[in-house]
């Protein structure tokens, strides 16, 4: 099993998505384990002195004027856990919270947190034994950090609360800690909000979105070259000359991965060959690469910001190097915010230009031939009528969920905490967008492919036939009556959210940007 070794200087989103999503075990460096206990040294000076200090030895929020005793603290450590996991609603996925504590040990480690190395050991122990603690939807602001949702998990350290077994079931923490030999850890000054006070939530879902995206579209370009050939577009406005001239880096990338998916197709270029000659495509067609070519733009500034905030430890107060505890504003969640809310109108973007083109496909005013629906006996069958049906709801739905929610703010803490990001919320509308832009894209795939089997007297592009035939061998059917169509499209979202489209497509094109 692959191993990440977590050090002081920040982790990458591979090694987030290895041990979110693929289980990967998580050790301490010895730099790290350096950096805990000398972090916490200060700490513990500071603890042992008369002046309170916010975090160490007073209360939060908008009870930080009280200073604590030192027989209390463990107390106040313990009852800041407990009273802030105070989730509602569904549980979250099992990768977002391996993702949320991962992320969580990863600023502990940098040393700028004051906690004790055997509480970032536990931290590891926990995730090496796939102990999930369950975490619920609602709660976080984004500000302070993801409170609610790490407070579970910290809940979960203590042997308190529920958590998922390696098994999937569902048990109280302690028992499961026992099973596996991980000793409840007993919070000591600071710790109990260190483990709180982070972006780390909407952090990881931002992460595991752009890697989803990423590979979403990809197959948005391919399904808009299947599209291309099926409506007997032309190819032309693809050349590489035209791209320059606008030098956007995106869309650059979206119109070179759909020359090269079109390559050798003998169904471009009949659009002046037609009846109603036509003198160019619609926009739908034409500007695949300008939209999904900003949407991606917009994914490498989303990268630059996830890269950044990676690199960063976030926690209030922090342990500088100099010995200070320092109170500040880092764990405001407003940088990763909005890059959430970016991608999300993106992904809205993208997931409506696709469904223009299915609609186009079945329209036979504006197919150029084809049959309506994509029908095999039009009024007999209603062929894709409905599939496009669902598309739309799921688009409509997409575009709901592209209203940001770091444009809203709700005081909190008895006005101490004013102004708040709304990043969690963020980032839970764009997984959901994500979900729905796979689907959307699968349709599109199922409709084009059609479509192109339906021009039986022209030949598609090899990539095309090979995306094709992987399509077809994976369980979705080609032309032909009606049928019960939801299995073919889940197989075909399946298809597209596992990548298997762009599988299918790079071994004849090369790499797709």
Not at 145 to 155: F, I, K, R, T, V
Not at 216 to 241: F, H, M, N, Q, R
Request: hydrophobic share 45%; net charge negative; glycine share 8%.
């Amino acid at each position: 099993m692959h191993t990440v070794v977590v050090g002081t200087s920040g982790t990458t989103a591979e090694d987030v998505i290895a041990v979110a999503r693929d289980g990967a075990r998580v050790e301490l460096s010895a730099e790290a384990r350096t950096a805990l206990a000398e972090a916490r040294s200060i700490v513990d000076a500071l603890a042992a002195k008369p002046e309170p200090v916010y975090g160490v030895s007073t209360g939060f929020g908008a009870l930080a004027t009280r200073h604590i005793s030192p027989e209390l603290r463990a107390q106040l450590q313990r009852n800041i856990v407990r009273s802030h996991a105070a989730g509602m609603g569904p549980r979250v996925e099992r990768e977002v919270v391996r993702a949320l504590m991962f992320l969580r040990l990863k600023t502990v480690c940098s040393g700028y947190t004051g906690v004790r190395p055997e509480v970032a050991q536990t931290m590891a122990d926990v995730l090496n034994a796939g102990i999930t603690p369950v975490v619920h939807e609602y709660g976080s602001l984004g500000c302070s950090g993801d409170l609610a949702p790490l407070s579970h998990c910290a809940l979960a350290l203590m042997g308190e609360g529920d958590a998922e077994g390696p098994d999937g079931t569902v048990r109280p923490a302690g028992e499961l800690l026992a099973e596996h030999g991980i000793e409840p850890v007993e919070l000591r000054e600071k710790e109990g909000l260190a483990l709180l006070n982070g972006t780390d939530g909407m952090l990881g879902m931002l992460i595991m979105a752009l890697a989803d995206l990423d590979r979403l579209y990809k197959s948005a370009d391919i399904t808009a070259a299947l599209t291309l050939e099926a409506l007997l577009g032309t190819e032309k406005v693809l050349a590489p000359e035209l791209h320059t001239v606008r030098p956007h880096p995106g869309q650059g990338a979206a119109a070179a991965n759909m020359l090269a998916v079109l390559k050798g197709s003998g169904l471009t270029g009949h659009f002046q060959e037609e009846e109603a000659p036509r003198v160019q495509d619609a926009y739908s067609v034409r500007c695949a690469p300008q939209v999904a070519g900003a949407g991606r733009d917009t994914m490498a500034h989303a990268r630059l910001v996830a890269e950044r905030e990676l690199a960063s430890a976030v926690d209030n107060p922090i342990v500088l190097r100099d010995g200070r505890v320092e109170s500040n504003g880092n764990f405001h969640g407003a940088p990763v915010a909005y890059v959430l809310d970016f991608l999300a109108v993106a992904a809205a973007d993208l997931g409506s230009i696709s469904e223009r083109r299915t609609d186009r496909l079945l329209d036979k005013n504006r197919s150029h031939g084809l049959p309506p629906f994509l029908a095999d006996d039009a009024g007999v069958d209603s062929g894709l009528m409905i599939a496009q049906y669902t598309q739309a709801a799921l688009v409509s739905e997409m575009k709901r969920l592209a209203v940001p929610a770091s444009a809203d703010s709700i005081p909190s803490s008895a006005m101490q905490e004013d102004h708040v990001s709304m990043g969690w919320s963020a980032a839970r509308k764009l997984r959901t967008a994500v979900g729905n832009l796979a689907r959307v894209i699968a349709v599109e795939l199922y409709a084009a492919t059609r479509a192109i089997e339906l021009r039986r007297h022209l030949t598609p592009a090899p990539a095309s036939q090979a995306a094709i035939a992987a399509l077809r061998a994976a369980g979705v059917e080609g032309p032909g009556p009606d049928r019960f169509l939801a299995p073919d499209l889940d197989a075909a979202e399946a298809f597209v959210r596992e990548g298997r489209l762009v599988a299918a497509v790079e071994p004849v094109t090369g790499p797709l940007a």
